[in-house]
């Protein structure tokens, strides 16, 4: 059997690429080399990929003599896959969050991420571009800009379409096709929004059922790596291939009962017969005619398929405000952290040191200032007190937020539009959310045909801690029933 592999792997899916390697049709080799041929082709245009590891093909070499040998490893054995560049890799791949200031620093030692993902038999293709310092870097700068990597561009629309962040370059890679999965970071929105802007399946797990250990951190409270892909299998796939109680990592303790290796079993879309799903009105009042449309014809999606809408439904916490001093403290103690801990080589040892560094290099480090940074290092906040405004921040949303709503409702989960508004909540309690695509909307810009340019939007499915089975169930039924997902034409 003769393939034409460029074309062949555009949309193909974890199941179509392994089922192909088993059967010989293609190797490892063959797919690391077909991605690499289009992000040499494509990639210019939408600047998602950072870097490239220099021992791609040798890895995928010697898992297809592995495979020959030995037998498979599972279902990751040879399937090529981007991180973000937040994500430490022990190998020729730099991380640095997307900062010229760790432009040079090498991880000593695999994240928890890349080492379960090595050990799954996946090969680590590269490094995906992103919001430097996930976004927590200055209140003016772009979504997807990094000093090191330039402007991540969305290719359903360069330059015309949000591209949305912090996790953009591993979004948009996807998007286009030059990789098969990637995997993102959020803390407020930087998996499921970028997920959402390009068609794909994001989800952001339960802090604690994925180790954040050899991530550049922001918040510790609310940190969490999660994959993004074209599907909900996909994406169920890698999740399950992450999980895992970590040491050097207490809130993964809580997960030991909680976490699943495979969640695909949960992928049964017979169950959004017996969902019940609420609908937070307060979420939708931004959204235009266009939007508001999507959300409806979603709901009705869900209706027909079997589920129980209940519209509207109150969260008590929408008018609470973030307190930012909270999350500065933690992302000041955590960078500190992780920065004492890069080589000597490294310019930069403590958040002061990489503000100093910045003004020293300003002409390329500073296109947007860097205030979200200096704020962080002016906060002096005690353990203690630290400690009470924590308790404080996440008062109301554990007493009146996402559990108070569902329990009162008898809710399976909530329903929410795919841009970062609605996922502060869950963000703050650290619960998970999963987005699917939606439909196309008008992004307000003409292109050269006289035409509207058109971008993603998805829906986002939100639920309590460790909800991922009943949330993945729900969007694997909504996304079987729709197939919003269309790859963008790309010239």
Not at 31 to 51: C, G, P, S, T, W
Not at 123 to 152: C, H, I, Q, T
Not at 219 to 229: E, L, R
Not at 362 to 385: K, M, W
């Amino acid at each position: 059997m003769k393939i034409k592999l460029q074309e062949w792997i555009i949309e193909a899916d974890i199941a179509k690429l392994q089922a192909a390697m088993e059967a010989g049709v293609v190797s490892s080799e063959d797919l690391v080399a077909a991605y690499l041929e289009r992000i040499h082709k494509y990639d210019i245009d939408i600047n998602a990929i950072l870097e490239i590891n220099p021992d791609a093909k040798d890895i995928a070499r010697a898992l297809d003599i592995e495979r020959k040998e030995q037998g498979s490893r599972g279902i990751l054995h040879g399937i090529p896959i981007l991180l973000k560049d937040n994500i430490d890799t022990a190998d020729k791949m730099h991380t640095s969050a997307g900062s010229i200031a760790l432009a040079g620093s090498f991880a000593a030692k695999d994240s928890f991420v890349a080492a379960k993902l090595r050990s799954a038999g996946a090969v680590l293709l590269g490094k995906a571009n992103m919001s430097e310092w996930s976004n927590f870097m200055s209140s003016s700068m772009p979504a997807g800009y990094s000093s090191r990597g330039g402007l991540v561009l969305n290719p359903y629309g360069p330059g015309s379409v949000f591209v949305s962040g912090s996790s953009s370059g591993p979004a948009a890679a996807i998007a286009a096709n030059l990789a098969a999965v990637s995997i993102g970071t959020e803390t407020a929105g930087s998996i499921v929004g970028p997920a959402s802007q390009h068609a794909l399946v994001g989800i952001k797990p339960t802090v604690g059922l994925v180790s954040r250990t050899g991530v550049i951190p922001i918040s510790v409270s609310q940190d969490t790596p999660g994959p993004i892909a074209k599907t909900v299998t996909d994406a169920a796939i890698i999740l399950g291939a992450l999980t895992g109680v970590d040491d050097k990592d207490e809130a993964t303790f809580s997960s030991e009962k909680h976490a699943f290796t495979d969640y695909t079993p949960f992928l049964d879309k017979s169950f959004i017969r017996q969902a019940r799903i609420g609908i937070p009105r307060h979420y939708y009042n931004h959204l235009d005619a266009e939007r508001l449309s999507i959300m409806e014809a979603a709901i009705q999606t869900l209706k027909n398929e079997g589920a129980t809408i209940i519209d509207p439904v109150t969260l008590y916490v929408e008018q609470q405000n973030w307190n930012n001093d909270v999350i500065c403290y933690e992302f000041k103690k955590g960078l500190n952290t992780y920065l004492s801990g890069v080589d000597d080589s490294v310019p930069v040892h403590s958040l002061q040191e990489l503000i100093a560094y910045n003004e020293r290099h300003a002409e390329i480090a500073l296109q947007y200032g860097q205030d979200t940074l200096t704020r962080s290092e002016e906060v002096t906040l005690t353990e203690e007190e630290y400690q009470q405004k924590k308790q404080e921040y996440r008062a109301v949303a554990l007493e009146q937020g996402i559990d108070y709503v569902l329990e009162q409702y008898s809710l399976d989960a909530l329903l929410l539009p795919g841009d970062v508004d609605g996922m502060y909540i869950a963000a703050r309690l650290g619960y998970p959310l999963v987005t699917v695509p939606a439909g196309f909307v008008a992004q307000g810009i003409i292109d050269a045909d006289g035409d509207p340019t058109r971008g993603p939007f998805g829906v986002v499915f939100s639920g309590k801690a460790y909800s991922e089975p009943t949330l993945l169930s729900i969007a694997y039924g909504f996304e079987q029933a729709t197939q919003h997902r269309v790859p963008p034409e790309l010239e």
